[in-house]
């Protein structure tokens, strides 16, 4: 197999071994029957003090207690950038519509959330699609909206972790992917208008966990998610969020995915392993529970990414 088959490979591999480990957040399905949409919850907050998140477990804030087990809380990204924007003069009043298991096809075609699989005081939508209720909003508060913060596309793949191509089953996701994502972007800026700030997020490689593994195929795949995130994944959600003027910080970047895998440090108790992969363990659930989402530290992480786009107030 060449060296682009093998990244091709490796990045179906990944994305279905990413989704397939977070059926903890699993959404619920369509309702058939049209309704007419929830009206907007009206938090107070000063002009140009509102903050949106949009999309799914990151952004609701989950985290898990054990295998298939947790909880959203206020541990979460989106409530850390509520406080650490305090030092860049932001007084933010957080409406976050994040719902676990959330897709880009849910996002746009969905109506409602359960309860369990919102962020901590989000407004429920029943009514609503999540970017039917996240437009709404948008519109009703003209001006008032000074960060809109977007994380989806990790749980589109779930269906190729049973695929029998799996490549070809991711290839024609990811341009469902960058279809859904590219609408749902373009309504979220038409619906904000130009000044407020859009950054979406990717994910942390928590593939590099993989690299535990005594099975060599296991571990190989651990090194191919690098360049599946670098060089496949990260490339194209970035691209869709520039055509809205907005940005997306690199999470894989930060929690230390690109460090080559000979730097190495001791961590109990796996011993002498990858500093990228000891930073998965203890930024992640995944070494320990097997799970996808991150831990209070490594929501930090990308709630620093995010506030370091807001400019000093």
């Known amino acids: 197999m060449g060296r682009r088959s093998l990244i091709a490979a490796g990045a179906a591999a990944l994305t279905a071994l990413l989704v397939g480990c977070g059926g903890s957040s699993a959404a619920t399905s369509p309702t058939a029957a049209p309704a007419p949409s929830t009206p907007a919850p009206s938090p107070t907050g000063a002009p140009n003090q509102l903050y949106v998140s949009v999309g799914d477990s990151y952004a609701a804030g989950y985290q898990a207690t054990g295998p298939n087990v947790g909880f959203t809380n206020r541990n979460g990204f989106a409530y850390q950038v509520v406080d650490a924007a305090k030092a860049k003069g932001y007084d933010l009043t957080l409406t976050n519509f994040g719902c676990g298991g959330a897709t880009t096809t849910s996002l746009l075609q969905q109506r409602g959330c359960r309860p369990e699989h919102l962020g901590p005081g989000a407004s429920p939508y029943d009514a609503s699609t999540q970017i039917d209720a996240a437009e709404a909003f948008l519109r009703a508060h ?11 596309g990790g749980n589109d793949v779930t269906a190729c972790s049973i695929a029998t191509d799996p490549v070809a089953c991711v290839t024609t996701t990811a341009a469902t992917i960058k279809a859904n994502l590219g609408q749902a972007l373009k309504r979220l800026r038409d619906a904000a208008g130009p000044d407020t700030r859009i950054v979406g997020i990717t994910y942390p490689d928590i593939i590099l966990g993989e690299y535990l593994s ?100």
């Open 142 to 152: 003209p001006g008032r909206v000074a960060l809109l913060t977007v994380s989806i």
């Open 214 to 313: 005594d099975d060599p195929q296991r571990k190989n795949l651990a090194e191919l998610s690098v360049v599946a995130f670098k060089a496949v994944i990260n490339p194209a959600l970035k691209a869709e969020y520039e055509k809205v003027g907005g940005e997306l910080v690199d999470v894989t970047e930060a929690t230390g995915a690109y460090e080559p895998l000979t730097q190495t440090t001791d961590l109990p108790p796996y011993g002498t392993i990858p500093d990228a992969v000891a930073k998965v363990c203890t930024l992640t659930y995944y070494c320990e529970f097997g799970d996808i989402h991150p831990r209070t530290p490594g929501y930090k992480v990308i709630s620093d990414l995010v506030v370091g786009t807001l400019p000093q107030r």
